[in-house]
């Protein structure tokens, strides 16, 4: 009989292009040799072109999809990617602790503040965000806001390495062990620059920046990495190496789709 492998579990929107979201997620687990589980919060109606529309899932239903696979499967590290509307956040924040993921209890949770998508659509209400920070952030092993939710969620606009410093001080003042400030909106920035910050001391991640079309779901698969490297045992400066390198060269390997942008591609 095969082993049962390492188990990681996305609590995180659908999207109907197959690109981002729960989709991309899978993806990353799978090429990961990580099982992946899904408790869906929102199906979007979306390809390559946009989101044209969000149906959120009742916050009770997410709530049981994240308590019936932890107490039978069992999951080593979960994530958070679309979260829609501060109902759903508490709800995902209660299953938590029911079921001992995130801090205070022994499974790591990666919160991916997603907000909207690279088009500009919303997928969080606006509402959402004190949920965000003052529900969700407190029991994170480890947020990774891009620059526009920094923006969103501090009010700082990062547009230096310094500022990028100031941004992860401030985001650690809500309560997560951890805090990586991907630096990929700092265009004027000739390298990509993720930082992280565990209160006390930075780590930097230098990558190459790709001029590159199409980056749809780039986000995701790098959280999902890192819960995956957490689900296997990896340290978090492990598991943040592993996804940067994972990221560039699912980002060399993005493809074009429809008449719009395509996604990143999942690879080593
Ligand atoms: N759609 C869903 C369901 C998502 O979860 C996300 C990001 O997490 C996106 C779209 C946005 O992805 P991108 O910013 O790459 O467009």
Redesign the pocket.
Known sequence: MNPTPPRALTI????SGG????QADLRTFFACGVHGMTAIT?V?V?NSLG?TGVHTIPPEVVAAQIEVVATDIGVQAAKT??LATAEIISAVAAACDKVHIGLGGATPLIV?P?SA???GDP?LRDDALDALRGELFPRATLVTPNLDEVRLLTGIEVRSRAEQRDAAKALAEYGSKWVLVKGGHLWDDPECLDLLYDGSEFTEFVGPRYDVRH??????TLASTITSALAKGADMVSAVRAGKAFIVESVRAAYPLGGGVGPVSPRW
């Open positions: 995180a929107g659908s999207d690109g981002a979201g729960i929102a979007t979306q989101v990617g679309m991916d997603v998508s690279m088009h997928l980056t749809h779901g780039s986000g995701d």
